[in-house]
């Protein structure tokens, strides 16, 4: 595709380069401009200026503009609604409710819900009376056509289109190849204004969220100079740990505080970090200007300043290399400022690490780093393990640290540590006793190379603050310790805990709201779960239910009481041949049950009731108390039109309120 560039060097003269591609209303012209900012930098910022203070001769022209600010994605029905929301009057959203509505009982997920053909209409009949420029930040991964949501079609209305995929620290450099030839692509560069663009960028970032304030620039620029410095070769892994970063080095400041850390999730939510996940990005990352060897990546070598406050070291290029040679004793001697650490693929004594000094190390990251056993003589002109004093995150990865953690270590750990993150490693001797760890955040734990656990059932009793557990790819665990004393935990993920023989409904917290079971996300069919039995009953804030792959054994289901809209059953989500119960009662936002295509076996045992005060039909092999009779379809078959059940006596109980509309 032909791009097109123009010497710009800030937001006002963009505009006003802009404007005369938008006036020229000729056959030749085109009809739909595409501008990529500064390499992906600022773009949003000249499309919001324009759209939000056009200039006289502009409006001359157009007699509406149109704003469309999609940047972060929901669904093509969002889009719409955006459209529908400065065009068509007030009364007419009601639509968009009652399609969501009968959306919500097909089971139809929110991102793939689709424009409303009435509406796209509507859009069309108000805005064929006028010359209109739409403005529209597109946040989706493709080319949209707008003419599909009721724009005028820019060929027969003279309408034209202004838009960008960039916003939200959108640099990834694929995304810019979906736009086709018949758009006008332009773009700008200037290699002396990376930083000015960047506080415009964070400046739009901020304008999204009343939580974020001149800390999101800096906050930025941590990501993309570190990046540029050598992400083929360190995994930062920002998906997890960008908000980490920002507050574990200080630049979001709040120590301990909950307020912080939620501040740097919330910022972490507004960027596309997804954009990230390859390490290669941006090409000017190294242009920018940064605080001076604040923020270190090091190859190969430990060049390290008693200034710096991040410091990630890669200690061979890939992991096919051989190891590299042990870190130099002295290495952190100077480094009393160090606040986050990773090390990858770097050799050192474990039992004595040379970072063991650093004293004020809030995120200790360790990536495939092997043990440098040395003499008990040598051990003893080691420091004193001073860094788990004012350590907040801890993150293992590929790595066995068989570490006996002292008592007086253990206080230090218990008394600070918000997050530990452990995939495919350890950090325990034997066992470890998490209820320790009473400050404890998030807890992940990933396919260990060893029991993560001690065996006792109490494993997380008084563990107040935990919010989040992830024990995911674990091959022993058969039985989950109670975790009732978790009052906070919202988020449970068991994916592929294939010798996982039940789940609840004891010991589960009632504040649980997201609960996930996935046992193909490593595409093992051989390794079949040995799960029979999951009890969310009484979970009263469970919201997300995921259930995956293929569950042999499985046999009874319970909900109820929970919050779950909408059930997934099909053949294609999940495999369940030996499901002989399934219990939904006192579910008050159940919409929808997607079945499998022949239905249930012949002797499942169904029990669904939105009410309150259940109806007395236990005798019965099937029986279903509604509220809505719009949930009828969802207990019929869509291949044979048949009901869901194979029982010949069942109890069907539509209870509709005199308010209800059916």
């Given at each position: 595709?032909?791009?097109?560039?123009?010497?710009?060097?800030?937001?006002?003269?963009?505009?006003?380069?802009?404007?005369?591609?938008?006036?020229?209303?000729?056959?030749?012209?085109?009809?739909?401009?595409?501008?990529?900012?500064?390499?992906?930098?600022?773009?949003?910022?000249?499309?919001?200026?324009?759209?939000?203070?056009?200039?006289?001769?502009?409006?001359?022209?157009?007699?509406?503009?149109?704003?469309?600010?999609?940047?972060?994605?929901?669904?093509?029905?969002?889009?719409?609604?955006?459209?529908?929301?400065?065009?068509?009057?007030?009364?007419?959203?009601?639509?968009?409710?009652?399609?969501?509505?009968?959306?919500?009982?097909?089971?139809?997920?929110?991102?793939?819900?689709?424009?409303?053909?009435?509406?796209?209409?509507?859009?069309?009949?108000?805005?064929?009376?006028?010359?209109?420029?739409?403005?529209?930040?597109?946040?989706?991964?493709?080319?949209?056509?707008?003419?599909?949501?009721?724009?005028?079609?820019?060929?027969?209305?003279?309408?034209?289109?202004?838009?960008?995929?960039?916003?939200?620290?959108?640099?990834?450099?694929?995304?810019?190849?979906?736009?086709?030839?018949?758009?006008?692509?332009?773009?700008?560069?200037?290699?002396?204004?990376?930083?000015?663009?960047?506080?415009?960028?964070?400046?739009?970032?901020?304008?999204?969220?009343?939580?974020?304030?001149?800390?999101?620039?800096?906050?930025?620029?941590y990501l993309l100079s570190l990046n540029s410095q050598g992400g083929n070769i360190m995994d930062y892994d920002w998906a997890t740990h960008a908000s980490n970063y920002w507050i574990c080095d200080g630049i979001i400041k709040g120590d301990q505080d909950d307020e912080a850390w939620e501040v740097a999730a919330a910022?972490?939510?507004?960027?596309?970090?997804?954009?990230?996940?390859?390490?290669?990005?941006?090409?000017?990352?190294?242009?920018?200007?940064?605080?001076?060897e604040r923020w270190i990546l090091s190859r190969y070598n430990s060049v390290l300043y008693p200034w710096s406050t991040s410091f990630f070291l890669a200690g061979t290029a890939?992991?096919?290399?051989?190891?590299?040679?042990?870190?130099?004793?002295?290495?952190?001697?100077?480094?009393?400022?160090?606040?986050?650490?990773?090390?990858?693929?770097?050799?050192?004594?474990?039992?004595?690490?040379?970072?063991?000094?650093?004293?004020?190390?809030?995120?200790?990251?360790?990536?495939?780093?092997?043990?440098?056993?040395?003499?008990?003589?040598?051990?003893?002109?080691?420091?004193?393990?001073?860094?788990?004093?004012?350590?907040?995150?801890?993150?293992?990865?590929?790595?066995?640290?068989?570490?006996?953690?002292?008592?007086?270590?253990?206080?230090?750990?218990?008394?600070?540590?918000?997050?530990?993150?452990?995939?495919?490693?350890?950090?325990?001797?034997?066992?470890?006793?998490?209820?320790?760890?009473?400050?404890?955040?998030?807890?992940?734990?990933?396919?260990?190379?060893?029991?993560?656990?001690?065996?006792?059932?109490?494993?997380?009793?008084?563990?107040?603050?935990?919010?989040?557990?992830?024990?995911?790819?674990?091959?022993?665990?058969?039985?989950?310790?109670?975790?009732?004393?978790?009052?906070?935990?919202?988020?449970?993920?068991?994916?592929?805990?294939?010798?996982?023989?039940?789940?609840?409904?004891?010991?589960?917290?009632?504040?649980?709201?997201?609960?996930?079971?996935?046992?193909?996300?490593?595409?093992?069919?051989?390794?079949?779960?040995?799960?029979?039995?999951?009890?969310?009953?009484?979970?009263?804030?469970?919201?997300?239910?995921?259930?995956?792959?293929?569950?042999?054994?499985?046999?009874?289901?319970?909900?109820?009481?929970?919050?779950?809209?909408?059930?997934?059953?099909?053949?294609?989500?999940?495999?369940?041949?030996?499901?002989?119960?399934?219990?939904?009662?006192?579910?008050?936002?159940?919409?929808?049950?997607?079945?499998?295509?022949?239905?249930?076996?012949?002797?499942?045992?169904?029990?669904?009731?939105?009410?309150?005060?259940?109806?007395?039909?236990?005798?019965?092999?099937?029986?279903?108390?509604?509220?809505?009779?719009?949930?009828?379809?969802?207990?019929?078959?869509?291949?044979?039109?048949?009901?869901?059940?194979?029982?010949?006596?069942?109890?069907?109980?539509?209870?509709?309120?005199?308010?209800?509309?059916?």
């Amino acid at each position: 595709m032909r791009r097109q560039r123009i010497y710009v060097d800030n937001i006002e003269e963009a505009v006003q380069q802009l404007i005369p591609y938008l006036e020229d209303t000729s056959s030749p012209a085109h009809k739909a401009i595409y501008f990529d900012g500064w390499d992906g930098l600022a773009a949003s910022a000249v499309l919001r200026a324009i759209a939000e203070d056009p200039p006289p001769s502009l409006l001359k022209i157009f007699n509406k503009i149109i704003h469309i600010d999609c940047s972060r994605w929901k669904s093509r029905r969002a889009l719409q609604r955006t459209i529908a929301q400065e065009v068509l009057p007030h009364r007419v959203m009601h639509i968009f409710d009652r399609q969501d509505e009968e959306d919500d009982f097909c089971g139809i997920d929110e991102g793939s819900r689709a424009e409303i053909g009435f509406i796209g209409k509507e859009i069309l009949q108000v805005l064929m009376a006028h010359r209109c420029l739409v403005v529209f930040h597109n946040g989706s991964n493709d080319v949209v056509n707008l003419s599909a949501f009721g724009i005028p079609q820019p060929e027969f209305f003279g309408t034209k289109i202004l838009w960008s995929f960039r916003e939200r620290l959108r640099l990834n450099p694929g995304i810019s190849e979906k736009v086709d030839d018949s758009n006008l692509f332009l773009y700008a560069h200037n290699d002396e204004l990376w930083n000015f663009l960047l506080k415009i960028e964070a400046r739009e970032i901020v304008g999204y969220t009343n939580k974020l304030g001149e800390a999101v620039e800096e906050c930025c620029l941590y990501l993309l100079s570190l990046n540029s410095q050598g992400g083929n070769i360190m995994d930062y892994d920002w998906a997890t740990h960008a908000s980490n970063y920002w507050i574990c080095d200080g630049i979001i400041k709040g120590d301990q505080d909950d307020e912080a850390w939620e501040v740097a999730a919330a910022l972490h939510q507004q960027i596309n970090i997804k954009d990230y996940s390859s390490n290669s990005l941006p090409t000017f990352g190294d242009e920018l200007n940064t605080p001076l060897e604040r923020w270190i990546l090091s190859r190969y070598n430990s060049v390290l300043y008693p200034w710096s406050t991040s410091f990630f070291l890669a200690g061979t290029a890939s992991r096919s290399d051989p190891p590299s040679r042990p870190l130099p004793n002295d290495t952190f001697h100077q480094s009393n400022m160090l606040h986050v650490l990773k090390l990858c693929r770097c050799t050192f004594c474990f039992s004595a690490p040379p970072f063991g000094c650093c004293r004020n190390l809030r995120f200790l990251g360790l990536d495939g780093c092997k043990d440098h056993r040395v003499e008990e003589a040598e051990k003893q002109d080691r420091p004193a393990m001073e860094c788990f004093q004012s350590l907040w995150v801890l993150d293992i990865c590929r790595t066995d640290w068989e570490f006996a953690l002292s008592p007086e270590i253990t206080e230090q750990i218990d008394r600070n540590i918000r997050e530990v993150h452990i995939k495919k490693g350890r950090i325990w001797q034997h066992s470890f006793t998490w209820r320790q760890l009473q400050n404890l955040h998030k807890l992940r734990v990933i396919e260990p190379t060893s029991p993560w656990g001690t065996g006792q059932n109490d494993e997380f009793t008084n563990m107040v603050k935990l919010e989040f557990l992830d024990l995911s790819g674990d091959s022993t665990i058969q039985a989950l310790p109670s975790m009732s004393g978790a009052t906070s935990l919202k988020i449970l993920i068991l994916d592929d805990c294939v010798k996982l023989e039940s789940v609840g409904p004891e010991g589960l917290p009632p504040s649980l709201e997201s609960f996930s079971l996935d046992c193909c996300t490593r595409g093992d069919q051989n390794n079949n779960a040995q799960i029979s039995h999951i009890s969310l009953a009484g979970c009263a804030r469970l919201v997300n239910f995921k259930l995956r792959g293929s569950l042999p054994n499985l046999e009874e289901l319970d909900l109820s009481g929970t919050l779950v809209k909408t059930l997934d059953l099909k053949d294609k989500v999940v495999q369940a041949p030996c499901l002989k119960q399934i219990i939904l009662l006192g579910c008050l936002q159940l919409l929808a049950i997607l079945w499998p295509k022949n239905g249930m076996p012949k002797h499942t045992v169904l029990r669904i009731d939105s009410l309150v005060c259940l109806v007395q039909a236990e005798l019965l092999q099937a029986y279903a108390t509604i509220m809505d009779i719009r949930f009828l379809q969802t207990l019929v078959l869509e291949s044979n039109v048949e009901f869901c059940w194979k029982s010949s006596r069942f109890h069907l109980n539509l209870c509709v309120p005199c308010t209800n509309k059916v």
